[in-house]
């Protein structure tokens, strides 16, 4: 819900959507004839690939690019690869499409079957990296971080959503289990869960510590939490896992305890999708599923210039294709109608000072955009505290000349890290 106050020079009020109980389940959708798997590593024409078109492969199987490729994805279901492709994200960091034709007569991998499933992080790293949810192995794995405390984001971190909140009070259990199998997995001792201080729903989250809070935006991202709640402040540059912490999806502890619990990985993503009409309807679909079945299902019509919206209003980012598969991270879509997608523009920064007043980090947005605007990333860091952003898109929310300031934002802190790298 939305509340914008009437004086114009007071901060509007953004408040998070507790669980619709309207929606008590989630439509399990069909596993189509032909899935999309996104591969997060680029083809290279110069190496001899492993896998290709024609190739058949079994349900489960792990289908990675190159003999020294670390990415890789599991296959939901047995047929024949179709073809590869290439693709890029909202930044321009290319990937790989695996387009899989299922054919049910190709049976199982045995590979699972002969699999001793450990409980270590090695063997996360190894095979369940792209589970629903999104397990962070990376970040788990990383040498420069100590990860004690493991923080479950029951509470959605952007207003509109509530899927980590559904996830919670259907699969209670299951998360409990799961959160015992991270344990032995790491060296975390602390488990917390953010959970909304007006839900109603009850919950039985036996060993999680509940933190509590608030419904007013942004207060579920990652930082805010840290500093409400673990009296830490980041500093500029800084992310939760440098100072011992892990922020995690529900849902990924729902994946790692069906998966020990039946030898087998798992592969239904629970998905909100918020239609034309604000309505919400709630499904399971297997990774790889064109979103545009998930639209099919439940009647949305998608016409030329709509706008397609992977994740919430504030902090999610536009797809263009229908095609579009569903991925591990993949909670939420929002569909706008052409006549109701917000205006952008490129006309220059009024200096109203909304940006500034609302900014809970503090940074000096109406002269840090116009150090974007110029390609200074490196000035616009060190001078207008770039780093300092917690990307919660309200900058652009209240922005009178309808500068994208949150996509400018994001891009320059992706631009500086390339610098430095190439540095």
Same mark, same amino acid.
């Given at each position: ?193 953010? @959970? &909304? !201080? ?8 036996? /060993?999680?510590? $509940? ?6 935006? =942004? ?121 109701? @997608? &917000? !205006? ?8 109203? /000072?909304?940006? $500034? ?6 940074? =000096? ?59």
């Amino acid at each position: 819900m939305i509340k914008r106050s009437f004086f114009a020079l007071s901060k509007p009020r953004l408040t998070y959507d507790l669980l619709d109980t309207s929606l008590q389940s989630a439509e399990e959708l069909a596993v189509p004839g032909s899935l999309t798997l996104l591969l997060p590593e680029e083809i290279d024409s110069a190496k001899k690939a492993l896998i290709g078109p024609g190739d058949a492969v079994k349900k489960g199987q792990k289908l990675k690019l190159y003999d020294d490729s670390r990415s890789y994805v599991l296959s939901p279901v047995a047929g024949t690869i179709k073809g590869l492709d290439s693709y890029s994200d909202d930044f321009g960091n290319p990937a790989t499409y695996v387009m899989i034709k299922s054919d049910p007569s190709v049976k199982g991998d045995d590979q699972w079957a002969q699999l001793d499933l450990d409980e270590t992080l090695e063997f996360a790293a190894d095979y369940l990296e792209q589970l629903p949810g999104a397990l962070p192995v990376s970040t788990l794995t990383n040498p420069n971080y100590d990860i004690r405390t493991i923080v479950v984001t029951g509470a959605d971190t952007d207003i509109l959503c509530d899927t980590c909140q559904f996830v919670c009070t259907s699969y209670a259990g299951l998360m409990v289990a799961g959160a015992k199998i991270l344990k032995r997995m790491t060296r975390a001792d602390r488990f917390c869960i953010t @959970v &909304p !201080e007006n839900l109603s729903a009850q919950v039985d989250l036996d /060993g999680f510590n $509940v933190l509590r809070t608030s419904n007013t935006y =942004p207060s579920n991202l990652p930082a805010m939490v840290m500093k409400d709640h673990f009296g830490k402040t980041l500093s500029p540059g800084q992310a939760p896992e440098d100072k011992g912490v892990c922020f995690i999806r529900p849902e990924v502890l729902v994946s790692l305890a069906r998966t020990y619990e039946t030898g087998r990985p798992v592969f239904d993503k629970v998905i909100t999708l918020i239609d034309k009409g604000g309505q919400k309807h709630r499904v399971k679909a297997a990774i790889g599923t064109p979103i545009s079945k998930i639209f099919t299902c439940f009647n949305v019509q998608i016409n030329e210039r709509d706008r397609i919206i992977i994740g919430g209003p504030m902090r999610g980012f536009a797809t263009y294709t229908v095609h579009h598969p569903v991925v591990p991270d993949m909670d939420t879509i929002i569909v706008q109608d052409a006549d109701v @997608v &917000p !205006e952008i523009s490129d006309n220059a920064c009024i200096n109203c /000072g909304n940006c $500034v007043r609302i900014c809970p980090a503090n940074v =000096p947005v109406n002269l840090l955009v116009r150090y974007l605007e110029a390609n200074l990333y490196d000035e616009a860091a060190d001078r207008f505290d770039l780093e300092s952003c917690i990307e919660c898109g309200l900058c652009s929310y209240v922005c009178r000349a309808k500068i994208p300031v949150y996509q400018y934002i994001r891009l320059g802190k992706q631009e500086l890290l390339t610098l430095r790298e190439n540095a």
